[in-house]
T-cell receptor
């Protein structure tokens, strides 16, 4: 069965420092991985995805993610955090067993950037 | 334009009421989704429509009734809800929603925050 795990409920970073939000996956076959962000009282916004190709994927708002097949990880990164990056982040994986385009979300990581 | 719109933004209803949530997209997408999200939790898939046909029902209680009148519009009819149904209801769309659409992105609306009294 496909799954993703986000081992950290919360990540705290000072503004200007690099940030990493961790995600590991478990799939049979090639993974299709996504990152979404949710600001308070809002819907989910798509940040980036990995399908195939370069292991470093660049996305919206200066975020990037590194796909690591040997470690089955897809960590989200940003070189310099902004206070406005504070939000809830979800990693997700395509459910390959589904007949429809279904994705499975991780439990979420709350990112808090202090000024 | 990657916008999915949802109305209303907020809804308060009693347990005997009937109400509907509406979702609309004009991206030409042929798959639309309903999710339920509790506070600080990931979204939970409820229904998937692909080419206006219901393709997934995640064992959702019958007090939730989805409808897809056309490829741009998705409704969720609510009847006799329980207080535990209070949540943020999110709509999403994607280009095709089929088993071959492996890497397609789902685009989410802002949600309807539902409170059942």
């Amino acid at each position: 069965a496909q799954s993703v795990a986000q081992p950290e409920d919360q990540v705290n970073v000072a503004e200007g420092n690099p940030l990493t939000v961790k995600c590991t996956y478990s799939v049979s076959g090639n993974p299709y991985l996504f990152w979404y962000v949710q600001y308070p009282n809002r819907g989910l916004q798509f940040l980036l995805k990995y399908i195939t190709g370069d292991n470093l994927v660049k996305g919206s708002y200066g975020f990037e993610a590194e796909f690591n097949k040997s470690q089955t990880s897809f960590h989200l990164k940003k070189p310099s955090a902004l206070v406005s990056d504070s939000a809830l982040y979800f990693c997700a994986v395509r459910d390959m067993s589904s007949s429809a385009s279904k994705i499975i979300f991780g439990s979420g990581t709350r990112l808090s950037i202090r000024p | 334009d990657t916008e999915v719109t949802q109305t209303p933004k907020h809804l308060v209803m009693g347990m005997t009421n009937k109400k509907s949530l509406k979702c609309e997209q004009h991206m030409g997408h042929r798959a639309m989704y309903w999710y339920k999200q509790k506070a600080k939790k990931p979204p939970e898939l409820m229904f998937v429509y692909s080419y206006e046909k219901l393709s997934i029902n995640e064992s959702v209680p019958s007090r939730f009734s989805p409808e897809c009148p056309n490829s741009s519009l998705l409704n969720l009819h609510l009847h006799a809800l329980q207080p535990e149904d209070s949540a943020l209801y999110l709509c999403a769309s994607s280009p095709a929603g089929t088993s071959g659409s492996l890497g397609e992105t789902q685009y989410f609306g802002p949600g309807t925050r539902l409170l059942v009294l």
